[in-house]
């Protein structure tokens, strides 16, 4: 962090806090703030190629009141959503270490506790996933990561599972904008939002 500030002096350069409504029914996690993405803007999956998949397929559902997330004074409200992240501060390489994830996890637990209103958790990737389970003392062996894959959860929530919405995984078609769009959709279903059909 302390690098980063002397090399980016201008990005934000701090723990991102999550992003959203402030009594959301749906929570999405995603792994940690990019570099260049959240890292620069303060907001999560906000400057990286993550986001704009995530945030267009918010704004299809009516989720959100813009397709885009540029910056954190943009006018963008997410509708019963809120975004944050396992990980709080960019990792080393973009890519967190077991003890980073470890180490922030407590503040994810945290935000579980907090978010009494939140009905569903939807898991962008397996970091997310086994972040939730460990933030919630949850047994990883009993609820397997799998695309599409849903999970009750002994407090009442519902744990949905996608693959994340890298710039890998949609460039392979491991995740297209209709899987990741049918996945967005049954978590704010499990989360009891209503979603709008506008045209991609």
Known sequence: MSENRQRLPDYYN???PPFG???PALLIIGLAPGLHGA???GRPFTGDFAGLLLYETLFELGLATRT??????????LKGVRITNAVKCVPPQN???PVEIRTCNHYLAQELRQFVGVRAILALGRV????V???LAVPRSSRAFGH???HSLADGRTLVDSYHCSRYNTQTKRLTHTMFRDVMRVAAGHAGLPTAERPP
């Open 14 to 16: 701090l723990p991102v």
């Open 95 to 97: 890519k967190p270490t």
């Open 39 to 41: 890292n620069r803007s």
């Open 21 to 23: 409504a402030p009594r």
């Open 133 to 135: 389970l460990m933030a």
């Open 148 to 150: 599409g894959t849903v």
């Open 128 to 131: 997310a996933h086994d972040s």
């Open 68 to 77: 885009r997330s540029v910056a954190v004074d943009d006018g963008l409200e």
